[in-house]
């Protein structure tokens, strides 16, 4: 069985651009969660889709928005780029909206803001 | 706000030996549940053992353990009979049934975890 895939795995991406990360759930999974996780700190929380619909937000602006697809995967959109956009994206799915049914990660996508 | 206190930044442990990891957590719900993530240098997040606040019964998963002191809102990870592979960055993260957080993991600034052969 596939794990969670992300894509791209790497970017590089200039200030005041514009990018679309995309996650993969394993299948029969309907909840995506966004995650940011800056160079030596833990992952801090974005987004939670569940059923097509935006079920939690975290504390960051509204230049990220993201949404989630009726195959359940998601993309999740950050414009004009600023380099503490810079970090690594993690997407984890789980069956239910309930994370603590296990959520699996997938290995992320790197992004760097020049 | 939930807040998730990791204080050992980097450990070390000698293979075969057994080393603890601290984590504690602030939060005035009642209903969660407790996870220890590990993150290789592959960046993947991987699920190591998962308590649920409920119970009383510490969790244990093969060669790792831990003891939760609800009380003192304290979730340590014993790592019994180190491994090389057992190298890696450890989160600890609290996930809550209620209030704003509800459905998501609040990360620790995690814990460098090296193993000498």
């Known amino acids: 069985d596939a794990g969670v895939t992300q894509s791209p795995t790497h970017l590089i991406k200039t200030r005041g651009q514009q990018v679309t990360l995309r996650c993969s759930p394993i299948s029969g999974h309907k909840s995506v969660s966004w995650y940011q996780q800056v160079l030596g700190q833990g992952p801090q929380f974005i987004f939670q889709?569940?059923?097509?619909?935006?079920?939690g937000r975290g504390n960051f602006p509204d230049r990220f928005s993201a949404r989630q697809f009726p195959n359940y995967s998601s993309e999740l959109n950050v414009n004009a780029l600023l380099l503490g956009d810079s970090a690594l994206y993690l997407c984890?799915?789980?069956?239910?909206?309930?994370?603590?049914?296990?959520?699996?990660f997938g290995q992320g996508t790197r992004l760097t803001v020049v | 706000a939930q807040t998730v206190t990791q204080s050992q930044p980097e450990m070390s442990v000698q293979e075969a030996e057994t080393v603890t990891l601290s984590c504690t957590y602030d939060?005035?719900?009642?209903?969660?549940?407790l996870f220890w993530y590990k993150q290789p240098p592959s960046r993947q997040m991987i699920l190591v053992i998962r308590q649920e606040a409920y119970k009383q019964q510490n969790a244990t998963e093969n060669r790792f353990s831990v003891n939760f002191q609800k009380a003192a809102k304290s979730f340590s990870l014993k790592i019994s009979d180190s491994q090389l592979g057992d190298a890696a960055m450890y989160f600890c993260a609290p996930a809550y049934a209620g209030g704003t957080s509800y459905g998501k993991l609040t990360f620790g600034q995690g814990t460098i975890l090296t193993v000498h052969p």
């Open positions: 939060t005035s719900e009642s209903d969660y549940y």
């Open positions: 889709y569940y059923e097509k619909e935006e079920r």
């Open positions: 984890a799915s789980s069956f239910r909206r309930e994370v603590w049914t296990e959520a699996f």
